[in-house]
């Protein structure tokens, strides 16, 4: 019932995965709630989907993110949903710099102080985290390319201390980056 789950695609994917192994009328129950919540959030009247299977429902769910975000793109609505969509999106366009929540805030015209408290409540983690976590993705995709070397990919993401990029990425996905990369290079054979 939350929000986490549309700005963190680890939480939508856990999401996901736990709620393919429901039953049907479970699934409705909550689809049903959820898409209540959805409505409250955007503002909009949506259309109630007649779906006859969880894969069809969480499918639809999807496609309802995936259309969040192009939506907050062309539009200019003050809901804080489309707003902090907005604010992921210019995350990601802007992640090899240093980003501060000050500036975050600015784009969608808020204070520092507001912005991040609301947006630890839509996301469930704060801004310097968030950007954090979204660094070692890019970083993890970067290195699964396999067109730069790990050096190179933590000095373009704004780590010039290797050793505190390497700290951290292991604390996000629980290994060093060359054995990430050694991982990717085993699946792949």
Known sequence: MNTRWIFNDSEF???YELTRGVE???AERVFIKSFHS???LTGEELEFPSLS???SMLEWVKQWKENLYQTCLQTDKTK???MFARVILYTDEHIEENLKSEEAAAQIGMSRSYFSTRFKEMTGDTFHNYVISRKMY???QKMAKG???ITQIASNLGYDNFYYFTKVFSKEYGCMPTEYV???KKCSI
């Open 38 to 40: 959805l409505q409250k």
């Open 53 to 55: 299977s969880v894969d």
């Open 13 to 15: 994917n856990r999401l």
């Open 138 to 140: 890019a970083a993890a």
């Open 182 to 184: 050694g991982r990717i």
């Open 24 to 26: 049907l009328r479970t």
């Open 147 to 149: 067109t730069e070397n």
């Open 80 to 82: 804080d949903i489309y």
